[in-house]
Nanobody
Framework: QLQLVESGGGLVQPGGSLRLSCAAS????????IGWFRQAPGKEREGVSC????????YYADSVKGRFTISRDNAKNTVYLQMNSLKPEDTAVYYC?????????????????????WGQGTQVTVSS
């Protein structure tokens, strides 16, 4: 079965850290650009961070720049999102998505449709 599976979400206090993982099953992530998106209750899904297929280009939304880091380990067929200095406004369901063809990582993160695969999401709650 071809799918993306997110993990690593949970409840964390403000200022804390979490690392999300996006693992591919049934296909190789090497051939895909990967994006992390999030959707808070009552809000639209938004792009958080995206990473290109091979040259390591990355993009971060202004709201997470300097706090989140996206990386990929193709040997483990996994993409990570390290989230530091978490804020209550980071609370959302986080999804990863894979795209075989993109123009730029910035353009990728601006889109929430047209992806080859989506994961099921993992809840991140930042609260004291």
């Amino acid at each position: 079965q071809l799918q993306l599976v997110e993990s690593g979400g949970g409840l964390v206090q403000p200022g804390g850290s979490l690392r999300l993982s996006c693992a591919a099953s049934g296909f190789t992530l090497d051939y895909y650009a990967i994006g992390w998106f999030r959707q808070a209750p009552g809000k639209e899904r938004e792009g958080v961070s995206c990473i290109s297929r091979s040259d390591g280009n990355t993009y971060y939304a202004d709201s997470v720049k300097g706090r989140f880091t996206i990386s990929r380990d193709n040997a483990k067929n996994t993409v990570y999102l390290q989230m530091n200095s978490l804020k209550p406004e980071d609370t959302a369901v986080y999804y990863c998505a894979a795209a075989g063809i993109i123009t730029t990582v910035q353009a990728m993160c601006a889109m929430t449709t047209g992806y080859d695969y989506w994961g099921q999401g993992t809840q991140v709650t930042v609260s004291s």
